[in-house]
């Protein structure tokens, strides 16, 4: 064989391997726009009016605008925004980092609170929104969208913006806020998109009772079933963990399974039609809680922050991509509609947003203030900073809608392509104004009295006679002939219902899920290390 017939064969395998120059471009700018990110925000990290949520926006829609300008009005995209990147690859490693990192104790304390707003608030602003933009939309110009389509916007804007919470609110300074916020905002994405998926899933040509119903069950059944999976494979990585013990042989073996692990919890949660976002949440609670105490104190440092570090460039990751994606002109001449139009329906969406939270932040609240002591309570100002920093809007928002309105990335009709656009409109005004404003408002209205943050936990008074009467004393509503006594031990149960549940899951898990699974005191571990110091407060 020639010299000559052989270089034809060798151009064409060095040809047919070649990467795509155009996906080597387009990542290549998004690299440095994540590392300019990270610049930035670090220069501005103590400035109370941005975060990294913000800068990424603003410097996706810079990008956008500048790849717009060099396209002459063609395209703002380097990437094109995919719900299926979105929810398989980008948001896992944020809601496993935010099971995993949350303070245990903070979040289990508020639990009844968070399971409150997250549930049935979402459901209270799921049927407001709904109904109010099946009312609305029409008179303003909107005819073509069916009901399974009003009910996905219910279910679209119901969505809080997890991640922005996380940016806005300190763990350290506002423990309280924090927790229902965030736990909320968890919960929150979780319940809007088992509500969208049982929305796609059933037929509402004949609505009546008996679909109503069928839409509950499913939900139920979404919401617990995606739990128990996360619950699952938490405790087998603990088991599997503590059996083998990986770390004698290998560290980065024991960090490879504990990262599969969660993974694996979110993708079994998608295989059978779950709430992976429930799943791989509490997949992180249950690993922080056992698998972490199993592994070498080298594994303990390089998981934290391993995971830290992927939901850090996610983050950051996602707010670029919408911001680019916001200014895509396709979608915008699509929509064929008016600035007038465009504004109505965003604004309209806005207020929806704006009644459907408080319609349920405010009433559960005071509800609640009923059965707790004076100390408990929840502050009309702590019920507008709830208010206010659920009111972003974010990816988890956009990659519905995408997935309601579009296919294949296009929208099939004007209204579709106007719904993506409006909802695009919120998100960046959500999360632009509300969390620009967010920090400051937080200063003003409770961090200018510092006192104030002792009362986001409850007095050890309280707690201390609760000891007295389960612990030292736990048959005393039993043997004692005292209306009075047991009439004081019920209202204290009820009063302090909480700490009662966590005494007896702790003696529970001191007695029968240690000793199997691992954790604190079942496992080797390092006293004075930084990750067990780090972890006593939790």
Known sequence: MSISSVLPIIHSITSSSTINKNVVVSVTIFVALLCVCILIGHLLEKNRWTNESIISLLLGLTTGAIVLVASKGQSSKILSFNEDLFFIYLLPPIIFNAGFQVKKKQFFKNFSIIL???????????????????????????????????????????????????????????????????????????????????????????????????????FLYLYFTSTAIGVAVGLLSAFGIKTFYFGRHST???????????????????????????????????????????????????????????????????????G????????????????????????????????????????ISNILN??????????????????????????????????????????????QALMITSIIIVVLFSTLVCGSITKPLIEAVLLKDKKRLSSDATELDSLEDLRQ?????????????????????????????????????????????????GGRGFAPFVPSSSTSIAHEIR
């Open 324 to 363: 680019m994606d916001a200014l895509d002109i396709q979608k915008w001449k699509k929509s064929n509609a008016s600035a007038g139009i465009s504004i109505a329906i965003s604004s309209t969406m806005f207020a929806l947003v704006l009644v459907g939270r408080a319609a349920f932040v405010f009433p």
């Open 116 to 218: 409150l707003f997250g549930v049935f608030g979402t459901m209270i602003s799921f049927c407001l929104i709904t109904v109010g933009a099946f009312l609305l939309f029409k008179r303003i110009g909107v005819k073509s969208l069916g009901i399974t389509d009003y009910l996905a916007i219910g279910a679209i804007l119901s969505a809080t913006d997890s991640v922005c919470t996380l940016q806005v609110l300190s763990q350290d300074q506002t423990p309280f806020l924090y927790s229902i916020v965030f736990g909320e905002g968890v919960v929150n994405d979780a319940t809007s998109i088992v509500l969208f998926n049982s929305v796609q899933s059933l037929d509402f040509s004949d609505l009546n009772v008996l679909t109503t119903l069928k839409l509950l069950g499913q």
């Open 252 to 322: 980065d073996r024991e960090v490879a399974i504990m990262l599969l692990m969660a993974y694996l919890s979110y993708m079994l949660a998608e295989l059978l039609s779950l709430s992976g976002i429930l799943t791989i949440f509490f997949c992180g609670i249950v690993m922080s809680h056992y698998t972490w105490h199993n592994v070498t104190e080298k594994s303990r440092v390089t998981t934290r922050h391993a995971f830290a570090t992927m939901s850090f460039i996610a983050e950051t990751f996602i707010f670029l991509y919408v």
């Open 370 to 415: 009923c059965t707790k002591g004076a100390n408990a309570k929840i502050e009309m100002k702590k019920q507008f900073i709830v208010w206010w920093a659920g009111l972003m809007r974010g990816a988890v928002t956009v990659a519905l809608s995408y997935n309601q309105f579009s296919t294949n990335g296009q929208s099939s009709s004007p209204d």
């Open 469 to 517: 009467l389960f612990i030292e004393n736990e048959s005393l509503v039993e043997t004692s002939n005292s209306p009075q006594t047991r009439r004081n031990s019920l209202i204290s149960l009820m009063r302090h219902s909480t700490f009662t549940v966590h005494h007896f899951w702790r003696r529970f898990d001191d007695r029968f899920m240690r000793p199997i699974f």
